[in-house]
């Protein structure tokens, strides 16, 4: 089955800072890959995504890479501000028949400090 | 234009009533999800339809959780009776046919406390 391995937290940094939160998957075949971010009190929110192998997906200052040959999605950023605290959370899709269903990384909890 | 919708944004209930979370979907969206959300488990995917047609309730805990939607733009999440073991953040989701597998819009949240 489909699974999604996320850098534990919680991630601690000052303004400005490089952010990087590794992210792996298992998939039985070339899934969608996704970053959404969950700030204080709200719900999850796409961040970015990449479909195929070696897209790079991007938004707000934040990139990823789609790596088929080391199976990851690691999110970057190179300066991270105070308001880029929240939870990301990786996840993969397959479609399969009419199945659209997500499979979430247990999330990462960001906090940056000014 | 609105977004996912859900109420109550919070609950506080006793162990052994009934609780009903709602869910507006975004109109036009023809897949709705249920999620739930604690700290232990993290995200669990309950139940989804499409076209208002349950597809996939094998995430439903046990019996007392039931879910419908009766028509393209409501949907409901029953717990009878509630325990406190069902405290969490219950999501509703919804996205549609044309759009990329997996992007899915969510709703901020039903925060449920059974005491």
């Known amino acids: 089955g489909n699974s999604v391995t996320q850098m534990e937290g919680p991630v601690t940094l000052s303004e400005e800072a490089f952010l990087t939160i590794n992210c792996t998957y298992t998939a039985t075949g070339y899934p969608s890959l996704f970053w959404y971010v969950q700030y204080p009190g709200e719900g999850l929110q796409l961040l970015l995504k990449?479909?195929?192998?070696?897209d790079k997906g991007s938004n707000k200052g934040f990139e990823a890479t789609y790596r088929k040959e080391t199976t990851s999605f690691h999110l970057e950023k190179g300066s991270v501000q105070v308001s880029d605290s929240a939870v990301y959370f990786c996840?993969?899709?397959?479609?399969?028949?009419?199945?659209?269903?997500?499979?979430f990384g247990s999330g990462t909890q960001l906090t940056v400090l000014p | 234009d609105a977004g996912v919708i859900q109420s109550p944004r919070h609950e506080v209930t006793e162990m052994g009533q009934e609780v009903t979370l709602r869910c507006k979907p975004i109109?036009?969206?023809?897949?709705l999800f249920w999620y739930r959300q604690t700290m232990m488990r993290g995200l669990e995917l309950l139940i989804y339809?499409?076209?208002?047609?349950?597809?996939?309730d094998s995430g439903m805990p046990e019996d007392r959780f039931s879910a419908k939607m009766p028509n393209a733009s409501f949907s409901t999440l029953k717990i009878q009776p509630s325990e406190p073991r069902d405290s969490a953040v219950y999501f509703c989701?919804?996205?549609?046919?044309?759009?990329?597998?997996?992007?899915?819009?969510f709703g901020e949240g039903s925060r449920l406390t059974v005491l």
């Open positions: 109109s036009g969206h023809d897949y």
């Open positions: 989701a919804s996205s549609f046919l044309g759009g990329p597998p997996g992007e899915l819009f």
């Open positions: 339809f499409n076209n208002n047609v349950p597809i996939d």
């Open positions: 996840a993969l899709s397959e479609v399969s028949g009419s199945a659209r269903q997500l499979t």
């Open positions: 990449a479909t195929k192998a070696d």
